[in-house]
């Protein structure tokens, strides 16, 4: 990743997964953009330190620190947990989104980096630096809690 140029068209791609997955751990959209701007910004000072190939999960694991950075700053200054932002969503999947939301951020990391992300098992352990094992016991529990909160809302309907 020598150039501008490249790194342009790698960045433009990896947007709006960035965006997604953000927003999946801080739930608000002001922060949701502050960590993926610092994100990419911390990625092209640090470019020389990724594996060729990898740039876009050496992003994603840039993003994660960088929102658990605004994580912590919350709590600095906000020491009760803040209520969720209002998200626009499509309407087919707001129960989805929001039974995802609901869900603890070492279960929800895994879902997001799986399928909104399309990461390999491997790659998505790697970006959270846990073992590939411990990726897939997280995810198959989030799987779990998914379907447990769903069935749920289908039964109060």
Not at 26 to 35: S, T, Y
Not at 99 to 111: D, H, N
Not at 112 to 139: D, H, M
């Amino acid at each position: 990743m020598a150039d501008r140029r490249e790194y342009e068209r790698v960045a433009q791609e990896a947007l709006p997964v960035l965006y997604k997955i953000a927003m999946g751990i801080l739930r608000c959209d002001a922060d949701a953009r502050d960590a993926v701007q610092q994100a990419l910004l911390k990625g092209w000072e640090k470019k020389e330190n990724a594996r060729e190939g990898k740039f876009r999960w050496y992003l994603t694991r840039i993003l994660i620190n960088e929102c658990r950075n605004i994580q912590r700053q919350r709590m600095r200054v906000f020491p009760a947990e803040m209520p969720p932002a209002v998200q626009k969503m499509e309407p087919d999947y707001r129960e989805l989104y929001d039974a995802i939301f609901q869900l603890p951020e070492k279960l929800r990391l895994p879902l997001l980096l799986k399928y909104i992300e399309g990461c390999s098992e491997k790659e998505a352990a790697q970006a959270l630096g846990i073992p590939v094992t411990t990726f897939k016991n997280r995810l198959h529990r989030a799987r779990m809690e998914l379907r447990k909160a769903l069935d749920r809302e289908v039964m109060f309907e």
